[in-house]
């Protein structure tokens, strides 16, 4: 951050920008903590679909709890657990139902992962509160053949990819206007191949294919525009 803020021409010391970082993050714990404004907020809705999942930085570690109202994007309790086991997701789930259960607000759903423990967990704390699997991992689960022939698909179209890195540094050797054009192309691929977009909301096989294409379409071009100039 420091060094962007330079490059944009503000002067201000390394020291300033951390010291700024932890007032905001200072203040994102308040706003998130604010239980009058979230009780209020809730209230007002009436109702809450509650989403579940812990979050694990670093294998080994602990995994941060996070239960999060997806109607109104709060977060409503976060917590670090050493285990994962049912007895600890089910004391969690208790915290949050004895949150909600003063304001009178209703739990129309409860969305997550679906592993086994959270699935019993969620049973025993909500019985008759409907749970589903969270339309990420549905789709990703359903969409798992397409995503196993899109990347042997992107293997195969990678293999006739290669020895891009050979051109350029032969292209060095000799600098021109027209090299360096063919250098740009070079960049273009190899800049396709490291990009993977994000699986399953997207191919990462289609998008190099339709990037490739592009990218060969826009060289034909160039050809044509040659050959009329000099037929």
Aim: hydrophobic share 40%; with cysteine.
């Amino acid at each position: 951050m420091h060094q962007r803020l330079q490059a944009r021409g503000l002067v201000i010391s390394e020291r300033a920008v951390t010291h700024l970082l932890h007032r905001y993050e200072e203040l994102v714990s308040l706003h998130l903590t604010d239980r009058e404004r979230i009780a209020a907020r809730l209230q007002e809705q009436g109702h809450v679909i509650l989403a579940l999942d812990g979050l694990q930085p670093d294998v080994g570690h602990e995994v941060l709890w996070v239960v999060r109202d997806c109607l109104s994007e709060e977060i409503l309790f976060a917590r670090p657990l050493l285990s994962s086991t049912q007895g600890d997701i089910t004391a969690l789930l208790q915290e949050v139902k004895q949150l909600l259960e003063p304001l009178k607000i209703s739990i129309k759903g409860i969305i997550s992962d679906g592993e086994e423990t959270i699935r019993s967990a969620v049973a025993f704390v909500f019985p008759n509160v409907p749970h589903q699997l969270c339309q990420f991992h549905y789709l990703k689960d359903a969409i798992k053949p397409f995503y196993e022939a899109d990347r042997h698909a992107k293997t195969l179209l990678k293999k006739q990819l290669r020895g891009v890195r050979p051109i350029e540094r032969a292209l060095e050797e000799h600098p021109t206007l027209e090299n360096e054009a063919i250098r740009d192309y070079c960049l273009a691929v190899r800049a396709s191949l490291t990009d993977d977009g994000r699986s399953p909301l997207e191919a990462s096989g289609l998008r190099l294919h339709a990037r490739i294409k592009q990218i060969r379409d826009s060289i034909e071009r160039v050809q044509e525009k040659k050959d009329c100039r000099h037929p």
